[in-house]
Each structure stands twice: as C-alpha cells, then as structure tokens.
C-alpha cells in the first residue's frame, strides 16, 4: 500500500482520503489538496496497485472481455480505514474523493460496506454496471453522504453520468447531492467551498444540538 499523508493543522478532526484517476499516481492529487488549503483536514494520498497498460496506475484492471479485477482495491481502503480508526478517526470523520476512475472507486467500494463514512465526493465518475449497483447496496452502507461533482464541458465522461448516478443513490436512500460546475475533465477549483461545506456539516449539527 502506497500512501502519503499531510495536513496543514496540527490535529485534524476529519480525513479526506484522495484517489487519482486512471494512469495517475501518488503525486497526482497533491496539487489540488495543496490549492484547496482546506483547514482541519488530513490528506491521505493513495496509490492505485494495478499497474496500466499505457503508463502509470490503476484502480481496476481487466477489460469488458476477461472482466474487471478490483480486490485489491477494496483492500487497499479497507485497511487504510481500519489504520484511519486506530488513529483516533471514527468512521463519521473518514471522507473517499475520488477523481474520475477514482469516483468510479469510491462509489463501487462504499455501497459494499457494513458501514457508513462521513460521506464520499465522486469527482467527474460513473457507475458502469447500474442493476448491479443496485443489487449490492447493503444497507449499513446508507448513512455515507454522497456529494458527486462533474463538469459541464467534460467529454471524457459526459455530465449526464453524473446525474443518472445521483438518481442511483437517491433511489437507494443516500443523502445525495449533484453539483455539475464550469470545467472540463479535471476536478474543479471551484468547488472547494462545496466540500468545505459537505464535510463541516456534521459539525454544524452537532453545534445546533448542544445549543
């Protein structure tokens, strides 16, 4: 397991766990953890373990015809989740951003769970086998909040992913919100003050409930 963590506050309370897209690598989020300069966070940078055929790594590996390996994947969060408790960071603090093959991540490995996180933020992804998804929905995995972000000009994977996957999770009773933004296929600077919002949240629910 390759992973890099930094955080600009001492003793964050909360984790934003970031997966690169396909052919990306350890450094490739870096760059937006870094402009985004979000405060009482610790980044966990992580690596995918398969290898891609042209050049860096990937999450999944296969192909439509041989099918799609992901176990390590899986394993991968799990264990990091599990290393993130041990640390002194409940489930409820525990964010997944991922970008593109990494959205497709997050979305397919938390569905799966006997738990619930804090909540995943899908950047620019998909859902590829939609009935499947919604056989494979445990529902302890329900209470993970879902903030799925896409741009409107991305013509790698079309905006339109986005809102059928919003439908997805509403339908399976996620608390889900879309947000399609001015870009690209990349993740959007822009939308800082949208995760901002989405992970201080539970804060702001437990500041009205001791009022």
């Known amino acids: 397991m390759i992973v890099r963590s930094f955080s600009n506050s001492d003793s964050p309370g909360k984790v934003l766990i970031a997966l690169h897209g396909w052919t990306g690598n350890i450094s490739s989020m870096e760059p937006v953890a870094n402009a985004w300069g979000i405060d009482d966070v610790k980044w966990v940078l992580v690596q995918a373990p398969y290898i891609a055929a042209d050049g860096g790594f990937t999450w999944f590996d296969g192909n439509e015809d041989i099918g799609w390996k992901y176990q390590d994947s899986f394993d991968i969060l799990s264990k990091l989740i599990s290393e993130l408790n041990d640390q002194g960071f409940p489930n409820h603090a525990i964010y997944i951003l991922g970008f593109s093959q990494g959205a497709c991540l997050s979305?397919?490995?938390?569905?799966?769970?006997?738990?619930?996180?804090?909540?995943?933020?899908?950047?620019?992804?998909?859902?590829?086998?939609?009935?499947?998804?919604?056989?494979?929905?445990?529902?302890?995995?329900?209470?993970?909040?879902?903030?799925?972000?896409?741009?409107?000009?991305?013509?790698?994977?079309?905006?339109?992913?986005?809102q059928m996957s919003f439908e997805l999770f509403k339908g399976e009773g996620f608390e889900t919100q879309l947000h399609i933004l001015a870009a690209r296929h990349k993740v959007p600077l822009q939308a800082k003050n949208l995760i901002e919002n989405f992970i201080n949240i539970v804060d702001s629910q437990d500041q009205i409930e001791q009022l």
């Open 107 to 162: 979305m397919e490995f938390m569905i799966r769970q006997t738990f619930s996180l804090g909540g995943i933020i899908p950047i620019a992804g998909f859902i590829r086998y939609k009935e499947r998804f919604k056989q494979d929905v445990l529902n302890e995995s329900r209470n993970t909040r879902v903030l799925l972000l896409h741009g409107d000009k991305d013509e790698v994977i079309l905006p339109e992913q986005s």
